[in-house]
């Protein structure tokens, strides 16, 4: 008993949870698993747990005012538990081969916990049927969360999650890819680079021979050389002349070849985020990929031409130097050298605090970017609601937080480089101390000290602006970071590796075969058989929640199968390619999307090859030609962003002349009358009647009555298709069809009541 103790001891329980818990377990009892349950029978927030052992199931409730109620099962062989979730709640039952013997409900906070639970249960009762050892049953577990796996090695779909790298200055050198098309400029620049700071360490050299053979004579009486000042004059115009040419070269290549490289950069980045899929897109915010492809890209450009050209010059500058005052006089250059090693630890330690704050500095920028996405697009709700104010107050405070980041960072900072300048003050102190005594014990010359001076200022200016390159160098790499963030991450719907072509002409059959979907830990499809033919119009009705919208993206192959397949023409859309299969697809949403840009723009998006013609007879055959000659300009007349200054209706029907155009076998209509008025409904009616002729179309509505021309309606509840067939015979059935139908009668009969109410009080 006291060892189990010990090892229970260790299991973390929900607080209050544990002393119950114990005095309920025997002294051979080992405790598995366990899960707080947080709803009753009828979903009311409520207390409880449940604990699986190695010999029973134990659970424990709690209502206000009651004491625990405790109740156990116990696991046998034939025993099985089941998990389900539905609308936010999970679901975990008991069952034997003739009954359910029990079920707990819970948020789907808690749904990763159950099915670690469930899985646990599962190995048990595994155990006890086939006496197979728990620890073979439990190789294959993920070794985070311990959810078993189907193979050792596999990726679990619990924990899996985008994981992020910590920051480091080599992430640049990942920048190679995009440096290699221009290697041979990226040589010439560093060629240039080399010989431009050769020719600007060449006048000081030439400070020895003006101080020891001209002046110093010329204070001793001598006579001043002519032909030798105008010499040495003449070479260091020349040197300065040549390092101002190379200089020019040398940056103007560089800042070419950077500019080109953060192009490919963007480019890539962008087209690689167009291949993602939707549920990349779901858990990102528009404004931080907004700043990932254009500041964060941006900000590598400038330190490519600017900083790292100024760094690869600090670097040749101080090793030539060195070079130099080595070979004037060692002695000399070791005092010179003296606090290197002490900044050199500086900049080191600086690095490592810089290397998180500028992370940290493009999330909280970000975060500014982000509220600026959300606000600007929708700043007619913001005006609606009055709520003007209350954006403001996000924005200052998004602002003040960057405000507090940016301070603690520049704390740090400013600390760092007046330190680093001290230095170099103390550096050319020891210079002058020694060099002084070195020319009183004859040792050195006059002209040998100025040209070490000279030497020495430039090595520690060059040293401080290396430094300083150093918080540069960190927003680079966090910028660099971020952005191959993006390219590093994989399409959870890839591109078939050996694709097949589609039929020509593609009939349009499709084969739902067992498909099963789920949203991270929620399961949104299940088992769902339905086969639509060719040219044959499926009406998709249920409640919301129902899975209908999914099923439909599903479809499109926005989103891929969790298990089952899709098939068009009996080819599995997984094995076609994704533009070769969207092509033959036709999307009307709910809320049309419309670019910025002209009418006709618009309506040959999908095809922009499409001649004046072609959009005119599009556009006629959507009933929408007419509204738009009334236009200012016409076909040419201008939308605002997302379709501004347009109805409705209008918008919608430039969406239909835009499905229509590409001429797609498959159609998919995703409530395309649902936001409307009746009158502009049966224009857009008319429309979809000259739209769906001849295609297999999936239509989805919560008006069943706008699905009175479908071939086959079919009835979905919780992912699950529970009934189909024509509308009479689901009538017939008063199943879950005839529910949604009567529900909608009955609202609509209120609703007329209502209606005719208002008017006879009004002509009262």
């Known amino acids: ?55 029973r199931v134990l659970s424990a409730n709690s209502s206000a005012g009651s004491e625990l109620q405790w109740s156990s099962w116990p696991i046998v062989a034939g025993l099985v538990m089941t998990h389900t979730d539905h609308a936010g709640v999970g679901t975990l039952s008991l069952l034997n081969s003739a009954q359910r013997m029990a079920s707990w409900r819970f948020t789907l906070t808690h749904n990763v916990t159950a099915m670690r639970l469930q899985e646990t249960f599962a190995a048990r009762v595994e155990v006890l049927t086939h006496g197979a050892s728990l620890q073979t049953q439990t190789e294959a577990r993920c070794p985070q969360c311990k959810l078993i796996l189907e193979h ?89 002349m040549l390092a101002w040419c190379l200089g020019w070269a040398k940056t103007y290549i560089l800042a070419l070849v950077s500019e080109r490289i953060g ?39 400038v330190f490519l031409s600017l900083h790292l050209l100024d760094f690869a010059t600090d670097v040749l500058m101080i090793v030539m130097t060195s070079a130099i005052l080595i070979s004037i006089d060692a002695h000399l250059a070791a005092a ?25 500095i493009d999330r909280v920028w970000s975060e500014l970017t982000n509220v600026l996405a959300d606000t600007i697009p929708g700043i007619r709700v913001v005006k609606a609601f009055a709520q003007e104010k209350r954006e403001a107050n996000r924005f200052r405070d998004a602002n003040k937080h960057n405000l507090a980041v940016n301070d603690r960072i520049n704390f740090v900072w400013s600390l760092f480089s007046p330190t680093v ?35 020495i200022g430039r090595f520690y200016t060059r040293l401080d602006s290396m430094s300083r390159i150093v918080s540069h160098t960190q927003k680079a790499a966090a910028g660099a970071k971020r952005i191959f963030e993006i390219l590093d991450h994989v399409s959870s719907v890839p591109e078939a590796t050996q694709p097949q072509k589609l039929p020509t002409p593609l009939q349009g059959r499709i084969d ?58 009996g080819i599995d859309i997984r094995n076609i390619a994704l533009s070769d299969y969207r092509s033959h697809i036709g999307l009307v949403l709910q809320e049309p999307f419309l670019f910025f840009g002209t009418i006709a723009d618009n309506i040959a998006y999908g095809v922009p090859e499409a001649t004046r013609e072609d959009i005119v007879a599009a556009a006629r055959a959507a009933h929408a030609h007419e509204f738009i000659l009334r236009l200012p300009q016409g076909y040419d007349s201008l939308v605002g962003e997302r379709g501004q200054g347009l109805s409705g209706g209008e918008r919608q029907r430039i969406s239909i002349a835009r499905a229509l155009l590409i001429n797609p076998r498959i159609l998919i209509l995703d409530e395309a009358t649902a936001s409307v008025d009746t009158e502009t409904e049966q224009e857009i009616q008319k429309a979809l009647d000259n739209l769906v002729q001849g295609r297999t179309t999936i239509a989805i509505a919560h008006r069943l009555s706008t699905l009175h021309k479908a071939d086959r309606l079919v009835v979905m509840e919780q992912g699950v298709m529970v009934e189909e067939g024509d509308h009479d015979t689901l009538m017939a059935r008063q199943g879950a069809y005839w529910r949604l139908y009567e529900a909608q ?19 009262a």
Not at 31 to 52: K, M, N, P, Q, T
């Open 512 to 569: 739902i075969q067992d498909a099963g979907f789920r949203y991270g830990n929620r399961a949104v499809i299940r088992n769902l058989n339905l086969s639509i033919r060719p040219g044959e119009m499926i009406g998709l009705v249920g409640q919301s929640g129902s899975g209908k919208s999914t099923l439909v993206n599903l479809i499109c192959r926005f989103y891929d199968l969790s298990e089952g397949a899709i098939k068009v023409d």
């Open 745 to 763: 009668a009955k609202n609509a009969e209120a609703v007329q009541v209502k209606l005719d109410s208002s008017r006879d009080e009004e002509m």
């Open 152 to 240: 050792a090695g596999d990726e679990c779909p619990v924990c899996h999650r985008e994981q992020h790298a910590p920051l480091s200055t080599w992430g640049l050198f990942r920048l190679w890819r995009f440096a290699r098309p221009y290697q041979w400029r990226l040589l010439a620049g560093f060629l240039l680079t080399l010989a431009s700071t050769a020719a600007t360490l060449v006048p000081p050299y030439m400070t020895m021979p003006l101080m020891d053979e001209v002046l110093i004579p010329f204070q001793n009486g001598q006579p001043i050389d002519t032909a030798l000042v105008t010499l040495y004059l003449g070479g260091l115009l020349g040197a300065a």
């Open 263 to 301: 192009a490919d950069l963007r480019t890539t980045a962008y087209e690689h985020l167009m291949r993602l899929s939707l549920e990349y897109f779901g858990g990102r915010r528009t404004g931080d990929l907004m700043n990932r492809i254009g500041a964060e890209t941006d900000r590598i450009c």
């Open 1 to 55: 008993m006291n060892s189990f103790l010990s090892a229970f001891a260790n299991v973390v329980l929900p607080e209050g949870w544990k002393t119950p818990a114990l005095a309920q377990l025997t002294p051979q009892e080992n405790v598995l698993a366990w899960l707080e349950v947080d709803l009753d029978s009828h979903l009311h927030f409520a207390r409880g747990l449940l604990i699986v052992t190695d010999q």
């Open 421 to 455: 300048t001290l230095m170099t003050e103390v550096g050319l102190l020891v210079v002058w101390g020694f060099g002084i005594w070195l020319v009183s014990q004859h040792q050195i010359t006059v002209g040998v000290l100025t040209a070490f001076l000279a030497y």
């Open 336 to 360: 010179t050298l003296l606090p290197l090693p002490f900044i050199v630890w500086l900049i080191h330690t600086v690095r490592d605090k810089l290397r998180t704050g500028f992370e940290k």
